[in-house]
């Protein structure tokens, strides 16, 4: 059964830095390209960064969070992270972490809990 738990969020000041982790804990998620997405109220989830399965070697960014956003993963740990960096009022959103191409809204696709991210000015 698909399992994603999502960690690392928090209220932090213009500039900090956060990092989340995502773990996939039934471990099905290792040969899947993942991906972080967040959704801010009254908007749209949305994609901001991908990393490829394996190795992990292509990785792609949203120009939001381009060059201040870094992804990685640990299949051995079936852990994806996001180390947020210079983070800005505008990144304040919930953050989820899912499979690409992303599955459907709940109820009709699975999505977890996501972790709750504020930046104050």
């Known amino acids: 059964q698909v399992q994603l738990v999502e960690s690392g969020g928090g209220l932090v000041q213009s500039g900090g830095s956060l990092q989340l982790s995502c773990v996939d804990l039934?471990?099905?998620?290792?040969?899947?390209?993942m991906g972080w997405y967040r959704q801010s109220p009254g908007q749209e989830r949305k994609l901001v960064a991908r990393?490829?399965?394996?190795?992990?070697?292509?990785?792609w960014y949203d120009a939001s969070v381009k060059g201040r956003f870094t992804i990685s993963r640990d299949n051995r740990k079936t852990t994806v992270y996001l180390q947020m960096d210079s983070l800005k009022p505008e990144d304040t959103a919930v953050y989820y972490c899912?499979?690409?191409?992303?599955?459907?809204?709940?109820?009709?696709?699975?999505w977890g809990q996501g972790t709750q991210v504020t930046v104050s000015s």
């Open positions: 899912n499979i690409i191409p992303s599955p459907p809204p709940r109820p009709w696709g699975y």
């Open positions: 039934p471990g099905v998620f290792s040969r899947q390209d």
């Open positions: 990393i490829s399965r394996g190795g992990g070697t292509v990785i």
